[in-house]
């Protein structure tokens, strides 16, 4: 629950400086490595992630930064009582580069474009990641169970279109995919059909489909326009 407040008190205190964005995207991993030990195919199939951004812009190029604190959790249960979760908090570094319109749109916001649809809106993205991440396994019936956290490290790259809806608001769908290489879960043998098994370690895949919704209340007093157009 810490992390959805969090999420809702910087949602509300950072437009006030600037422009500030929110994103959720379905996300799928196929940890196959994984998915063979513990000998469930649905292990992690799918989940939810969200996050919160900042944005900010080199002045003569289009080449725009995101920060991003993100979240997300997945859980899976057998019909043996074993449980496996993963829980993760993040933070990207997004780089979007505008491949069509690299110089131009200098002194526009990003949001009510003049121009070309596609050529001012598409662009490619490219982020490392660094991740606080939880796995746990348990089982309900002993009491047993282990929790492994660690720090690990990533990349992600995607592409998105902004659609421009006035001068506050833009919505950017995108799609990602997130590669994070050697993730060790060293209690995935704990509870296990074979306890003399060491721990594996995984290349974790991960492909986004989400939405992000800009808001640049900053533009719009700075250029006195109460009324979007």
Known sequence: MKIIYIVLLSLF???????????????NVNPKLWKSWTGQ???????Y??????????????VEFTPQVYHYRWSTETPNYVGYRLRSTGFAANTNLYIFDFIGDCDCP?????????SKGFHLSLAPVVEYLSL?????????GTEDKMVVYGIKVGAGLDIGINDLLTLTPFVRYKYMPSVDWEGLAAINID????????NLGFLQF????GLRPDYVREQNKYRFR
């Open 13 to 27: 205190t950072l437009p006030l400086f600037g422009q500030a964005g929110i994103s959720t995207s379905y996300q």
């Open 41 to 47: 195919q649905n292990l992690f199939d799918d989940s």
């Open 49 to 62: 992630e969200f996050g919160i951004d900042y944005w900010f812009r080199l002045k003569n190029y289009r």
């Open 110 to 118: 990003t949001f009510s474009k003049d121009g070309t649809f596609i």
């Open 136 to 144: 746990e396994n348990f089982t309900d019936i002993a009491g047993e």
């Open 195 to 202: 306890e003399n098994a060491e721990y594996e370690t995984a």
């Open 210 to 213: 989400g939405v992000r919704l």
